[in-house]
C-alpha cells in the first residue's frame, strides 16, 4: 500500500518549475513562427513539432491543477490552440473521467480506451480492423493514431451540443475563434500557411505526444495492473513532464510533475508490486521492438466487476 502523506501531493509552494516549462514553451513557439523564415525549414518545422507537442504536456499539467490553484487561471493558460485540435475544456473533462482506475481500459466508458470490446470485433469490417490493428504499433500510434482521434474529437461539435448543451457549445465556439485568430497570425508571420500547420506540425505534434499513451494502460483484472511505468530517458521525461511514471501519476494525480521522479525512486518496488510489474525499459526499446509488430490485441477481453474475464477474443 503506498502511503499518500509521502507524495507530498499539491502544495501552496510557488511552482517556479512548472512555470519555467510553460513560459519556454510560449517563448519558443513564439519565437520560431517569428524567425521561421530566416531559419533552416526543416530544423524549424522539427522544433515547431517538439515545442506544439511539449505544450500538450503543459496542458495536462494545468488541468490537474498545475501551477496555481486557480482552475480559472490555468485555464486561461491552456486555452490557446497552438496544438489546434480539441478545444482545453474537452480535453479537461475527458482526461478527469479518464482518471476512474475501476472503469480503465473499459470500451466505451474510458475516454481514452484504445480497446474494442470482442462481441464487437466481428462485426468490424476488414478495413476498421486494420485501423485498430495498426494503432497497437509505433508507427500506426503516431501516423494514424492522430487521424482517429481527430475524427472521434471533432464529432464533439455534432454531438456535444445534445449531450452538454450550451457548455459545448461555448467551448468549441471559443476555440475555434482562437484557432482561426491564431492561423492567420502564423501565416502573416512566419509565412506558414494554415495546411501546414494543421497537417505539418500539429498533425505529428499529436502523434509524437500519442506515442507517450501508446502502451501506459491495458487491460487487467486488477486496475492497478492497467496502469505502466516508462522509465524512459530525461528527454523523453522533459518532453512528457514525467508522466511516464504513469502509475505514480495515477496514484497521486495531484502531484507535480517534477515532483514525480522522487516518488518513484523511493517507492519503486511498491509500485512495481502494485501494478503487476507493467514496466517497459523506456521509449526506445519499445519503438524498436513495436514499430511495427503489435504491441497487443486491440479487443478487449471483458472484466467482470474488475475480478475476471466475462469473455474472451
Known amino acids: 500500500m503506498i502511503d499518500s502523506s509521502k507524495s507530498g501531493s499539491r502544495s501552496n509552494t510557488f511552482e517556479w518549475q512548472t512555470w519555467l516549462v510553460i513560459v519556454a514553451v510560449y517563448v519558443c513557439w513564439a519565437m520560431l513562427i517569428l524567425n521561421y523564415r530566416e531559419l533552416p525549414s526543416v530544423a524549424a518545422n522539427v522544433a515547431l513539432v517538439l515545442v506544439t507537442s511539449w505544450f500538450m504536456s503543459i496542458q495536462h499539467e494545468l488541468l490537474h491543477g498545475h501551477p496555481t490553484r486557480s482552475k480559472r487561471f490555468n485555464r486561461l493558460l491552456g486555452l490557446p490552440p497552438l496544438s489546434v485540435w480539441y478545444p482545453y475544456d474537452i480535453y479537461r473533462d475527458s482526461h478527469l473521467a479518464h482518471h476512474r482506475d475501476e ?30 490493428w495498426s494503432l497497437r504499433t509505433v508507427l500506426g500510434r503516431f501516423l494514424v493514431g492522430p487521424g482517429v482521434t481527430i475524427v472521434e474529437v471533432w464529432a464533439d461539435i455534432f454531438k ?76 523523453w521525461r522533459l518532453l512528457y513532464l514525467n508522466n511516464n511514471y504513469h502509475s505514480v501519476h495515477h496514484a497521486y494525480p495531484g502531484l507535480a510533475w517534477y515532483r514525480i521522479p522522487a516518488v518513484w525512486r523511493a517507492q519503486r518496488e511498491e509500485f512495481l508490486h502494485g501494478n503487476g510489474n507493467f514496466y517497459t525499459p523506456g521509449y526506445t526499446k519499445l519503438i524498436w521492438n513495436h514499430a511495427f509488430k503489435p504491441v497487443d490485441s486491440p479487443i478487449h477481453p471483458g472484466f467482470d466487476n474488475g475480478k475476471q474475464p466475462t469473455h474472451g477474443p
Open 103 to 132: 472503469l480503465l481500459t473499459t470500451p466505451g466508458i474510458d475516454p481514452e480506451c484504445n480497446y474494442v470490446p470482442a462481441q464487437d470485433y466481428p462485426q468490424l469490417s476488414a478495413a476498421r480492423r486494420a485501423v485498430h
Open 160 to 235: 456535444g451540443p445534445r449531450q452538454r448543451g450550451m457548455v459545448a457549445v461555448r467551448s468549441w465556439a471559443l476555440h475555434l475563434g482562437l484557432l482561426v485568430l491564431l492561423l492567420w497570425w502564423v501565416q502573416v508571420q512566419s509565412g506558414i500557411t494554415p495546411l501546414h500547420y494543421l497537417f505539418g506540425i500539429a498533425y505529428p505534434a499529436l502523434g509524437l505526444a500519442m506515442l507517450r499513451s501508446f502502451y501506459e494502460h491495458r487491460p487487467a483484472a486488477l486496475p492497478a495492473h492497467r496502469i505502466a511505468i516508462n522509465d524512459a530517458a530525461w528527454p
